[in-house]
Structures are given as C-alpha cells and as structure tokens.
C-alpha cells in the first residue's frame, strides 16, 4: 500500500510539475544569480538537477516494483 502511494505521488510529481519546478527554478536562481553571482547559479542549478532526477529514478524504479494487478 505504502509502495503504491509513493509510485503514484512520485510520478504525479515526476510528470506534471516540470513546468512549475522549472519555473520556481528560473526564479530563484535568477534571485541567487543577481545577489550572490554565476558559482551560485551553477551550485543552483545542480540542486534542482539532482532532485529532479532523483524524483525521475524514483517513480520509475517504484512503477517498476509494482506487481501487475
């Protein structure tokens, strides 16, 4: 049960929220990048990068483990 929400949540996030985590990404690096300079960018960058292919793996791997039902 806990595996079959996880799967859901993770690739509801996986697929619909591109748009809005690219969009918070744009603006708060944007942010970042006019206060503190490029290397915050790039560590920025990197961050959001990671989490959003963690998130990928995630739902992918769990809709993997999934027995058809």
């Not at 929400?5 to 697929?15: G, H, M, N, Q, Y």
């Not at 690096?29 to 960058?45: E, K, L, P, W």
Request: net charge positive.
């Amino acid at each position: 049960m806990r595996t079959k929400i996880l799967a859901i949540v993770s690739r509801v996030f996986s697929e619909m929220a591109f748009g809005e985590l690219f969009s918070v990404w744009l603006i708060f690096t944007a942010i970042i990048t006019y206060h503190r300079g490029f290397m915050a960018f790039v560590v920025s960058s990197g961050i959001y990068l990671t989490l959003f292919m963690g998130l990928l793996a995630t739902g992918h791997l769990l809709s993997r483990s999934d027995p058809p039902e």
